[in-house]
């Protein structure tokens, strides 16, 4: 028995160590958010028959660092991917490509051949965001394709700001006197507007600050104002609202009437025509429709009720990024190679340019193989993944796709301070399962241990 008990005792400090012993992992982006500066290793996928990846062959180019932070391309990605189609007749694929501003358009080959064949189009990103959703970009592009293919969806909440929907703006002037203002303590007027509106059928936007409230019953928005002249408004589609009424308060709580005039004017237009009004000049990348389909999705992303809370005139052209879709055939019983070529854009770091690719995206092909290559002069600084090397060439082969992204970095002199590379392929997801499982089997193993020691004392006892 004390010889069991030892043995026991001895598990304790082995099991509880195995949950610190676990190798870490460097999770680069989360989901299918795309990072500015990351480039994805591949097409999404949009439409197709049952068309199987059979393997995945990236290639890295670095034969030059940029000399500075605003020079960022550096180097080149050449993704190869060979579609098989086990059915006996021919099938056809949709793909898209996400690409950045400052890379243009990727080159898209078909058994070695360019595909002429590309349809371009300017997606909406994203309110002040820095990451782009790729699936929501790839819903984006299903509903254009759609909408060609005369498909419609009434609960899409885009589809409500067609280009003839009717908009009305609503303009006040106020003009606030020094007089007008005497005995206001903190000098913080505020214009409310408030009417009746069909809470399906209606939108309600500004570009000016506003917020609003439902009281009564009536829907109730504020603007704040100042001393001199104001011009504050907003902007209804669809249908129309009714019993506008309006009133210069002293202060947000409505204590006191100002003696003030408002003057209120109004001008109908279409959706389409109001989304083209905020167009920037010398416009030469968002076509007037991407422009509008943009728009729409800004409002109907931030619509709470009735009211969006997306301001249409801080829309800019970098909120777009554009994608380049094309189809494919893959014969009957046969394979079709895909490539995509795109320019590398890395990081600046401490005497090092850092290089993130997207993985993850494509982990629903599952391919059957996958290998990437990297060709550079300079020193691999850190990856996350193990390449082998060999001279100036870097390989990494495995018979599925790794789990998580790809990040490595180049340096041009070999720096030995730095950071080990981690090469552990664990997610986050399954680390955390590995710490569960621990400390699980650590209270086992501690639970058993105590009930084996108050076993012992009894039999000691008698």
Known sequence: MGKRLGAILLAIPLSCAGMFCIPRTQEVFAGTKYPERATLSGPMFLRGDSVSLESERISLRVDELPAQEDAPIAGSMASEFVFYNPSKEDAALWLAYPCRQDTGMPRFELGGEEISSVISMQNYIGYYNQTYDLTNGVKQILRKLGERAGETSEEDPVRFYCDDLSVKDYKFSIQLSEEALSGVEKKRPLLVATFDCDPVNTRVFSCNTMSYAVVNGRLELSFELQQGENQVGFSVAGADIEHLGYTVYA????????????????????????????????????????????????????????????????????????????????????????????????????????????????SDWGPSSFDISLATPYHLAYSNLLFEQDGQNYSFSRDRLPLGELTFSLSETEDRGAETPDYSPISPSMRLA????????????????VAAIVVWKKKRRK
């Not at 969006?308 to 009957?332: D, H, Q």
């Not at 569960?436 to 639970?447: I, K, P, S, T, Y």
């Open 434 to 449: 590995f710490i569960l499982l621990g400390v699980l089997g650590g209270l086992a193993v501690l639970g058993g241990t």
């Open 251 to 362: 202060d947000l709580a409505h204590s006191k009437a100002l003696p003030v005039r408002v003057f209120c004017a109004t001008y109908p237009t279409t959706f389409g025509q109001y989304a083209r009004s905020f167009l920037p000049e010398n416009n030469f990348s968002v076509s007037e429709k991407d422009w509008a389909t943009g728009l729409a999705e800004m409002l109907a992303g931030s619509t709470v009720g009735c009211v969006a809370y997306g301001k249409p005139c801080n829309l800019r052209a970098e909120a777009f990024m554009e994608w380049g879709i094309y189809s494919i055939t893959v014969p009957a019983g046969g394979r079709a190679v895909n490539t995509v070529t795109v320019p590398l854009c890395p990081v600046a770091g401490e005497k090092r340019w850092q290089y993130d690719i997207l993985l993850s995206p494509l």
